[in-house]
């Protein structure tokens, strides 16, 4: 970020925001805050861009107009994040249910907003219903939707595919295979039709850990996604709906396994550019193949249905075979009463796959394919903990124990630990092994739970007091917003969540409300970052179906998507090349079909999304 930044730079920012769309844009309200609301007891907090060096008097009143709260703001000054100079209100006393409420803050007022008792009680449904929206293979039909224009035909119904062959764009010659996949199914990774192991791998953990999760508390929110809770067509088979939606991926990566005794010629080790690849014969029987794709990107719009283009496996990657590794194994013990012979089917995948990637260490992903993301890591020390852990967890096999004591990661924390594993994330999966050992009942030794448990809430500890020095209060402290920041602030709410469950101190739940406070709009775009809520709720997501600012013919996006959000470090499409060096980080974003590395949607992103909301509306 350009320290030359300035406030006019951030008019152009918002005027950019909300330009271009498909649908006009209410006005940017000078008070940010959620625009969902705020729960009755909970935290209550507003930002204003405000240069004023001395505290503003703030009060709130109600619908009759009666003053219910006031107070002085507190001046929070410059925030490099916002490039605003900032004060904030705290009106957490007020503790009345009500709609209307109007904040005014000096001369600035306030859209009219709410307190209640549960505001984000239906979030995660519609967060939820991303994945049933997103499903390749079957049709999108009207009883499953909330509008007639968002059903559509079956896409890549019968997607057999063969592997990639011949002369990638850097020109390496990829021999293929003498096989072909049905791998029918799955979810559509994002606003493109690809379906990425990878990714989908660490989208089912974290649906299924919120099942885990509610399930190990016992608590109230166990029961949200009980049988029939949700719109989809598995409703009424006597299965949990959250575990059925996730199946459905689940089904599709298990297809995704080479079969037995296949030879296959795979890049192991470093990958430079510009030097030839290490393409080395192994017996890659288990692994699994990174991606099916497009051979060429689709244009925008594109009906799934109507995708001219072939499909092809790509070659097989370490990262893909723990992936798969890691879920089978976390699908085996979930479904082991449910299910027996699916849980059996995905205990043998995960231990077929983890045997590969043992005697496949070091293969990855090739980086050059048109058509498609690479989703390329080069580190799988933390896929290689995360799927051990997840063995552990399921068979209790002291020999897992004994090869995890030998991981950096044992026990780690997103800070701490013998190595620190990160928040979350698609390429840095050791979080998630740690979050599993401290979830699953008697995974660990009591001392080995206490002491994961406790490198967990010492990262949550950290980034609460983060969050006291954001003049929006989020509990990121940084200036780099990545590509699908939202989707990393999410993973961070997960943790937050994970320290509340294990200590029951507030103070961490309210961290993960600060966290979608800003989401839903307190942020410096005052935009509500999912689609459907909010009363400036982005609008033109890219997606190639959801493209109705592409061409009117298409729907909007229905509600419940989460963009990817402001992104500052990778500003590679031509939407953010045109905000780069005018923004600041939280600023670096726009509400446009086109700006895939702002604007995107991905089940990576709505997977944590789908957490964090379960979470905050379990009491
Ligand atoms: O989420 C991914 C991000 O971390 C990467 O920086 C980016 C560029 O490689 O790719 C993102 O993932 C995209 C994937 O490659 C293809 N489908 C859409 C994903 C979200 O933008």
């Known amino acids: 970020m350009k320290k030359s930044w300035t406030a006019g730079a951030a008019f152009l920012a918002l005027l950019g925001a909300a330009g271009g769309g498909a649908q006009a844009d209410p006005a940017v309200s000078p008070v940010q805050m ?120 079956a896409g890549h119904p019968h997607e057999v595919a063969a592997c990639f062959s011949g002369a990638d764009t850097a020109g390496v010659i990829w021999p293929g295979c003498d096989y072909t996949l049905d791998v029918t199914g799955g979810w559509y990774d994002a606003g493109d039709h690809g379906k990425y192991v990878v990714n989908g791998g660490v989208s089912v953990w974290m649906l299924l850990n919120a099942y885990e999760r509610a399930a190990a508390l016992k608590s109230p929110g166990a029961a949200a996604f009980a049988d029939g809770k949700v719109n989809i067509p598995e409703a009424g088979n006597g299965v949990n709906d959250l575990l059925d939606e996730a199946r459905y991926e689940i089904e599709f990566l298990l297809k995704m ?58 070659p097989p990657s370490t990262a893909a075979t723990l992936n798969l590794a890691a879920v089978g194994a976390q699908c085996a013990r979930i479904w082991r009463e449910i299910d027996p012979a699916f849980a059996r089917q995905c205990l043998t995948a995960s231990q077929r796959a983890f045997r590969a990637a043992l005697r496949n260490r070091d293969v990855r992903a090739g980086e050059h394919f048109a058509g498609g993301g690479a989703y390329g890591d080069q580190d799988f020390s933390d896929e290689f903990y995360w799927a051990t852990a997840e063995l552990l967890a399921t068979t209790g096999n002291p020999a897992y124990l004994t090869a995890l004591k030998t991981s950096p990661y044992f026990l780690g924390g997103p800070l701490s630990g013998k190595s620190a594993t990160g928040d979350p994330a698609w390429a840095r999966t050791a979080a998630l092994g740690s979050l599993t050992l401290a979830t699953v009942p008697g995974a660990l030794s009591p001392g080995d739970l206490v002491t994961v448990r406790a490198n967990i809430v010492a990262a949550a500890r950290s980034y609460v007091q983060e969050g006291y020095g954001q003049g929006y209060g989020l509990p990121f402290a940084g200036t780099d917003y990545d590509w699908g920041s939202n989707g990393a602030l999410m993973n961070r709410a997960v943790i937050l969540a994970s320290a509340f469950d294990y ?79 005018r923004c600041a980080p939280q600023t670096c974003w726009a509400d446009d079909i086109n700006a895939y590395a702002l604007n995107e949607v991905a089940i990576n992103w709505n997977a944590p999304l789908v957490w964090v909301a379960a979470f905050i509306d379990d009491r």
């Open 34 to 153: 959620s625009q969902v609301g705020f729960e009755t007891q909970g935290p209550k907090t507003a930002t204003v861009p405000d240069t004023s060096p001395r505290p503003l008097p703030w009060r709130i009143t109600d619908t009759a107009g009666k003053v219910v709260a006031q107070g002085q703001s507190k001046v929070f000054g410059p925030d490099a994040a916002s490039g605003h100079s900032v004060h904030i209100v705290d009106f957490q006393s007020l503790q009345t249910d009500g709609q209307n409420y109007r904040l005014t803050v000096g001369n600035h007022e306030s859209r009219p907003f709410s307190i209640l008792q549960r505001p984000h009680a239906a979030l995660k449904y519609d967060a939820l219903a991303y994945f049933y929206q997103n499903r390749a293979g079957v049709p999108i039909l009207a009883s499953h939707v909330s509008r007639p224009d968002l059903t559509r035909a």
């Open 503 to 581: 200590t029951g101190d507030w103070n961490y739940r309210n961290a993960v409300i600060w966290v979608l406070d800003y989401l839903l709009g307190r942020n410096p775009l005052d935009r509500s970052y999912v689609t459907g809520y909010g009363d400036r709720p982005v609008l033109n997501p890219h997606h190639r179906f959801w493209a109705h600012q592409a061409d009117p013919a298409y729907p909007l996006a229905p509600a419940g998507a989460l963009s990817g959000g402001p992104n500052n470090r990778a500003m590679s499409d031509d939407v953010a090349k045109n905000l780069s060096g």
């Open 257 to 314: 396994q080479v079969p037995d005794g296949v030879k296959l010629t795979l890049p192991v080790g470093t990958q430079t550019p510009g030097q030839p690849l290490n393409l080395v014969e192994v017996d890659a029987g288990g692994m699994v193949h990174h991606k099916v794709h497009d051979a060429q990107w689709t244009a925008i719009p594109m009906a799934p249905a109507d995708d001219p283009q072939p499909r092809l496996l790509y």
